[in-house]
């Protein structure tokens, strides 16, 4: 099938090629893909495909090493920005794209220069210095994007086209990786798009065809006489382009004018590729209902332009050369006004592969159109292996292309030819009889077309959405509808005074078909089960499920046996291997029937290649920027330690919402909160709100049932909202000091839960009481949990978090000295965390802890107040006799954290420092006897550690 297309071959051979170079995928992963196209290279050679053999390792190498320079190149320009970070630069460039929204316009600019330098090269420069000069001046880049703020002023006129040169002032942004899991990568999006730098401008000024570094000081004179704006000082825009921008900044305001913002924003991404209109609440409504795929400009949306063109010109009487060659460029055209994203480019080079094959006469392959699209592309832009939307939009294609290839292709075929021919003759007996096998196909389609997009909706957003392919059913047939009668009340719209009432007629129905639109969506995410937590399959699940649903559901078995059963007669073969023995003796039904038995026994265990909860002991320290935020995690057991940011205001929905839901988090048993400073506080509150989940991520909520704050609490009035938002929320509040604490772990018997035990434990080496009360004065609650598993009760085991600090319900004004102080437990291991207490409760969690009998020996601590100064002292330090020290702060914070006398004193006491700011998410994983600790979001990060003989 794939073998006889000569296309396909060289395709896969590109694509292998980069992706067995790719860093991002496990050595592992990269070995059996190997294996996997070393197997496909040897068919060929079965097959007796010498020259595309040859072809295909040849375009393999070629591919893999264009690939690593693009790697290299990226990589080289990340390490040039670094350096002009911090500093004042300009970018001079030609202007390729822009788009914009009500604040800000969006440029992309290639072919740039970028300069650090306020003036000319000094004469007089030593050495080190005039490195240090040629290392931040003069810097080639081929693609940066530009964020430049509207003027409060801002008028209608048009300042600048594609095309243009021009100089930018302002600074540079850091493309910051995914620093935690589920979170978004900006370094991946901008890597997939090519964009190697992003940059914050603040005024522009011309570009003039001289260097620009001997001209900057006059660049600089005339900026100050412009408006902040920017102004076009070199014309050198293409014609084309500045019609194509001008048409499209014309059709934005029309759509302004004639439909609500809502509204209009939608019509904006739909007919020009302005997504930046939306907003964010409105691109989760779709990405949550699973028609986000709407949204992004694809073959959908040049079917409906080219085809709808192509089709009105051959009705008008044009030649099919003439039509085909119109609409090809009339394909380009919309390409480019809307951005030429990588699955707008593949739709388009698709479009010219079938209008060419259509002047030749020949019928289109889909899969050889398809593979020359991605050789086409990848040989353009290597990295646009990381895009998402490319990702996204080949494989849907591929995956629709698949399900038409396999077993009952012919009985398919043969269906849809009765029911063409009983729609042409007005058979409707014949109709009637052949719905419900018309309905049966396409369900069945239907169902293995979403089977196959189950891994992509779980590894891209966590979730799946039920009712998508209802809800595509419903809402893609009005697409063409939308579209007719949008651009119908835009052309309109420039009429004379006349056509009014047709344009408020057209507006207005399409108004209400928006509206209509809008409301199915809503509806749909409001009935029940609307969404299924699926959580972030890992890639090696991903790579095995897809191989998995290829085999049992897309693979042409009956064919291949069909076929080579009629090749066994044809050359009446006398003398046959084991292989063709076996195959010949099974019948095509009971073939049949074992393929369906393993495709039902591979539905039932499709929750297997799900993210499950960890056996042993997880706590997971999550880079939250400047703040602390902490998951401890056994079976379902899960637990909080503060978690807030005081430098990112969208801490929860950018990164504690998306970690819960890639790890199928659906309720936090407690969450502690060390004490009330927002960088402790701010994504515990998001999740109490009630507003915080009624938005976009409604089917998405998190529970918490015990909110566990200090014991100074209960009269603070800086504990209120937290207080109340618990209220509202359902969840328990508990004040602890020292002595209260929980255990969880497994039973002794076999019956779980027979013996109510509390909140307050007594000290570890005593049996809990039962009839011990919290101190808040509730009623006992289940704090040594059930077990998840009946293994028999062992020192590993359980689970302990005590509390030893603060000592007495005394009030303190420093909400720093009331931080709660803990000791977590697990078996062997132990880990202490301290919130932001200063020296002198240190040594009061110390006394605490002796005073009980107990050692404060620790392997890891959780360094107080981000490694400030007024925090880790000597003796505690001395004291707790860690091995690691985890260090929670922010890149560049204000505050200096974490300080260098703090630095100096880990390293005395040679604790080996864990920083969340370089190592991002850091995981500590344990069984009780030895632990190791790892950092996922970075390609080499595992640092394996062993607990040191009791």
Not at 35 to 54: D, E, T
Not at 180 to 189: A, H, P, R
Not at 685 to 702: D, F, M, P, R, V
Not at 878 to 889: C, P, R, V
């Amino acid at each position: 099938m794939f073998i006889s297309r000569p296309l396909f071959s060289l395709a896969l051979s590109v694509l292998f090629g980069e992706m067995l170079f790719c860093p991002e995928l496990p050595f592992s992963l990269r070995f059996i893909l190997l294996l996997f196209y070393l197997f496909y290279l040897s068919l060929l050679f079965r097959k007796k495909k010498q020259k595309i053999l040859l072809l295909s390792l040849f375009l393999f190498f070629l591919s893999s090493l264009h690939f690593q320079n693009a790697l290299k190149r990226f990589e080289k320009q990340q390490e040039c920005i670094e350096r002009v970070l911090p500093l004042n630069c300009t970018v001079e460039g030609s202007i390729s794209y822009i788009s914009e929204n009500e604040t800000a316009y969006r440029i992309v600019l290639k072919n740039c220069i970028v300069n650090s330098s306020l003036g000319k090269k000094p004469k007089e420069l030593g050495k080190e210095e005039e490195e240090k000069w040629e290392a931040r001046n003069n810097l080639p880049f081929q693609k940066i994007q530009v964020l430049f703020k509207k003027n409060a002023q801002e008028d209608s006129e048009l300042l600048y086209y594609p095309g243009d040169r021009i100089v930018f002032h302002g600074k540079f942004m850091e493309l910051s990786p995914a620093m935690n899991e589920g979170e978004f990568s900006f370094l991946q999006y901008c890597k997939g798009e090519g964009i190697e730098a992003f940059f914050l401008a603040n005024k522009t000024s011309q570009a003039s065809p001289s260097p620009l570094v001997q001209n900057e000081i006059l660049h600089a004179m005339r900026a100050t006489l412009i408006k902040n704006k920017g102004e076009v000082r070199e014309n050198n825009s293409s014609p084309f382009l500045k019609l194509l921008y001008k048409l499209k900044r014309q059709a934005s305001r029309d759509l302004e004018k004639l439909y609500p913002e809502q509204q209009s924003a939608f019509l904006k991404s739909l007919f020009l590729g302005e997504k930046s209109a939306l907003s964010k609440e409105e691109k989760g409504l779709y990405q949550e209902a699973g028609i986000a795929h709407i949204l992004a400009v694809s073959g959908l949306h040049l079917s409906l332009v080219g085809g709808t063109c192509f089709v009105l010109l051959r009705l008008l009487g044009m030649e099919l050369s003439y039509a085909s060659i119109l609409s090809s460029f009339f394909v380009l055209s919309f390409a480019l006004f809307t951005g030429s994203s990588g699955s707008t480019l593949r739709a388009m080079l698709m479009f010219f592969v079938y209008f060419f094959g259509k002047n030749l006469g020949r019928g289109q392959d889909r899969i050889s159109s398809l593979s020359l699209s991605l050789l086409l592309l990848l040989f353009l832009q290597p990295l646009f292996l990381y895009s998402v939307g490319f990702q996204c939009s080949f494989y849907s294609l591929f995956l629709l292309l698949l399900l038409s290839l396999r077993d009952g292709k012919e009985r398919r075929k043969a269906l849809s030819k009765k029911w063409e021919r009983a729609k042409r003759k007005k058979r409707f007996t014949e109709l009637l009889r052949l719905l419900p096998k018309k309905i049966k196909e396409g369900g069945k389609e239907l169902f293995l077309f979403y089977l196959g997009l189950f891994p992509l909706f779980s590894f891209l957003q966590s979730s799946l959405p039920l009712y998508a392919p209802l809800l595509n059913l419903l809402l893609l047939p009005l697409l063409p509808f939308i579209f007719l009668l949008g651009i119908l009340s835009i052309l309109f719209s420039h009429l004379p005074p006349l056509f009014f009432p047709l344009v408020k007629l057209l507006s207005q129905s399409l108004s209400f078909l928006l509206s209509l639109f809008h409301s199915l969506i809503c509806f749909s995410l409001q009935l029940p089960y609307s969404s299924l937590l699926l959580g972030k399959l890992s890639l090696s699940a991903l790579f095995l499920y897809l191989f998995l649903f290829y085999i049992l559901f897309l693979f042409p078995l009956q064919s291949v046996v069909k076929r080579r059963r009629q090749m066994q007669k044809k050359e009446k073969e006398k003398q046959i291997n084991s292989s063709s023995l076996f195959i010949s003796l099974l019948a095509i039904k009971n073939i049949c029937y074992l393929k369906n038995i393993l495709s039902l026994l591979f539905l039932c265990i499709i929750p297997l290649f799900l993210p499950s909860p960890p056996k042993d002991l997880e706590i997971t320290a999550l880079y939250v920027g400047q703040g602390d935020g902490f998951l401890i995690r056994k079976g379902n057991f899960v637990m909080t330690i503060d978690n807030g940011s005081s430098s990112d205001k969208h801490f929860p929905e950018n990164t504690l919402l998306p970690y819960c839901k890639a790890k199928r988090i659906h309720k936090i048993r407690y969450a502690l909160i060390t004490h009330s400073d927002i960088d402790h506080t701010s994504g515990i509150q998001a999740i109490l709100e009630e507003g915080s989940t009624e938005n976009y991520k409604s089917n998405y909520k998190l529970q918490i049932e015990n909110l566990i704050l200090p014991v100074q609490a209960k009269d603070d009035y800086r504990y209120d909202l937290l207080k109340r938002l618990a209220g509202r929320h359902g969840a328990r509040l508990l004040y602890w000091k020292n002595g209260n604490s929980i255990v969880y772990g497994n039973k002794n018997h076999s019956v779980s839960g027979t013996t109510p035990p509390s909140d307050t434990l007594p000290p570890s080496g005593t049996a809990p009481s039962s009839d011990t009360l919290p101190p808040s004065g509730t009623a006992p609650s289940s704090d040594i949990l059930p077990p998840s598993d009946t293994a028999p009760s062992e020192k590993s085991a359980f689970l302990s978090l005590r509390c030893y600090y603060p000592l007495t319900d005394a009030p303190m004004e420093e909400a720093n000295a009331h931080s709660l102080g803990c000791v977590l437990q697990y078996g062997d291991f132990s880990m202490v965390f301290t919130g932001d207490m200063p020296e002198e409760a240190e040594k009061e969690m110390l006394s605490a802890i002796k005073k009980e009998g107990q050692s404060p020996s620790v392997d890891i601590v959780k360094l107080a107040h981000h490694g400030s100064k007024t925090s880790s002292s000597p003796i505690f330090l001395s004291e707790t006799k860690g091995s690691f020290a985890l260090f929670s702060y922010g890149k560049n914070n204000r505050y200096g954290h974490p300080h260098q006398i703090t630095l100096e004193k880990c390293s005395y006491f040679r604790l080996i420092p864990l920083e969340t700011a370089k190592l991002g998410e850091i995981q500590i994983k344990t069984d009780g006897k030895k632990y190791e600790i790892v950092a996922p979001c970075r390609v080499t990060s595992s640092l394996p550690a062993e607990m040191p003989d009791s």
